[in-house]
């Protein structure tokens, strides 16, 4: 994000910012006049140390957008993708058939039976799955009640804020029933305000050896803190994940997209030549209307996957179509 140029400072005060924004990489010039409260305080993002680099960065995502107010209301998806480029997606912890406060977060709920159970199941195996690839996540607490608010806010959760989501972990001879635990860590990026539910720094639920098998050492200052897989679902609302391969290769192209008033639909083709078995990752991405009023809605869009040659039939043969992903109104970061 930070060429190695402007990774020190200098006596200009300028830098450059490597963002990906719409899917392309972009080098953004900022300075280092920052603005400030009457305090003297940055007024916006600030690092530990009075370093620089967290503020040049959100000046520079305020410059694409066109300001500071454009950057509000944003996700951990949105900034992984314009901070990393990798692919994104987003897990919804709160299924409607699951939802019965009507899509809050925050505080439990009965009920469900066998399949709610199932459903979390599959959930948590996803999790771990994700975790295990050491993909970036971040987890969004962000009741849409009151009651739900006030909920999370008596167990110290910010509500409407972003979670690192840092540790997905199961754990034996805990005091549960089964004496097996399913836990996630969290931290507050503020460094201070943390969950005080079970499992929290203080908790009793806490033993030496768990202590010691999750190297957990309890403080009020660092923002971590770990809670039990079903009060993260009852609590939280979304895991933003962002598949971070470093070892992989990458193409991106820019495809003019306009439709015309009348027309129905348009159709892009790029051909990929594979020349051995891989596993391949494709993402449609258009630019954000963030920061821009007036701006026109995004394009429905649809992805197929074609095997070239072949005269027709199902996809298990030489010709026929695939169908690898669709989503209406897919709209990036």
Known sequence: VMPEASRQTNAAGAYHVRLCYGGEWRLVLVDDSLPCTRYGQPAFSRA????????????????LFGCYEALEAGTVEEALALLTGYPTERIDLKPRADNDDGGGGGGKRGGGGAARQQARDDLWARLLSLHE?????????SPKSADGQAAADALGLLTEHAYSLLGVR????APVAGGVA???????????REWRGDWSDTSSMWTPSMRSALNHTPSSSDGLFWMSFDDFVDYFDRVDV?????????ARLRVPWRLPAAAAARVEAVEVEVLETTLAEFTLLQPSARGRAGAAQPSDMLLLLLPRGGGGGGSSGGGGTTLIGASPRLMAP
């Open 48 to 63: 530990a140390r009075r370093q620089l680099w967290c503020a040049l960065i959100e000046k520079a995502a305020a410059k």
């Open 133 to 141: 690839s050491r993909f970036l996540m971040g987890a969004s607490c």
């Open 170 to 173: 199961v754990v034996t001879g």
């Open 182 to 192: 399913r836990l996630v860590q969290l931290r507050n990026p503020w460094g201070r």
């Open 242 to 250: 962002c598949r971070v391969r470093p070892e992989w290769a990458e």
